[in-house]
């Protein structure tokens, strides 16, 4: 399973790339905006910067929502390394845009996925990363878990080679639950990622150990 970090925060990013578990990063135009980012050369110059950070799989959304203008947008932005994924709205321009930018080489990641209908399209389009939406279906009382599951058994059933990338996760239990579901990617904020380290009987464990040793090595 990759592991992905949802933010556009560096001291985050470099953060969990410094724990040595990071695959990737996913951003999008709010978490942009949350850092203060504005301005294409702003904005351009921090997706490289995020770039340099991490090893591959640098997802950067397109702001623009006709197919033209998107598929010009993806070519620039994947201009900026090797690294960049071109993350698309699953919109009927965006399926179209998915498809030629797949045919020039460039890997997409198909973004706001919320049923099953999308995931297929967004497959067939040839997106490298469908992102479904967990935590936003949860929060409208629909089942996220329930529908990566599904999207994982239908890509198996016909071999699409598009990864299941799990999104809007909210809590580490989501997150292993996508992980046994067989999701190929979870994107998730540092504090889930880091969440998954703790464990109040490996604190407690320590502290004993490291006493017993401080007692019998006076
Ligand atoms: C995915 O790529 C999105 O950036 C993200 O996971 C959305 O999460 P949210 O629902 O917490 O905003």
Do not use: W
Not at 101 to 129: D, H, V, W
């Amino acid at each position: 399973m990759k592991f992905f970090i949802d933010t556009a925060n560096l001291d985050e990013i470099r953060e969990a790339q410094d724990l040595g578990v990071l695959d990737g990063v996913t951003t999008n135009p709010s978490l942009m905006a949350k850092e203060g980012i504005t301005g294409q050369a702003n904005v351009l110059k921090h997706y490289k910067d995020i770039c340099d950070i991490v090893d591959d799989n640098v997802s950067a959304e397109v702001i623009a929502t006709e197919y033209e203008k998107m598929v010009a947008e993806g070519k620039e932005l994947a201009k900026i390394d090797d690294k960049i994924v071109v993350k698309i709205p699953m919109i009927k321009d965006g399926v179209k845009a998915i498809s030629a930018l797949t045919a020039e080489g460039i890997r997409t990641n198909c973004t706001l996925i919320f049923n099953a209908g999308q995931a297929i399209l967004a497959a067939k389009a040839g997106a490298s990363y469908v992102s479904p939406f967990i935590g936003r279906l949860d929060d409208i009382s629909m089942d996220g878990l329930a529908l990566i599951e599904q999207i994982v058994g239908i890509y198996d059933n016909y071999g699409f080679e598009t990864e299941v990338l799990a999104a809007s996760i909210r809590h580490n239990m989501h997150l292993i639950q996508c992980a046994e579901i067989g999701a190929d990617v979870a994107t998730c904020p540092l504090g889930v990622i880091t969440g998954l380290l703790k464990h109040p009987l490996t604190d407690s464990g320590l502290e004993k150990f490291l006493a017993d040793h401080k007692k019998s090595n006076k």
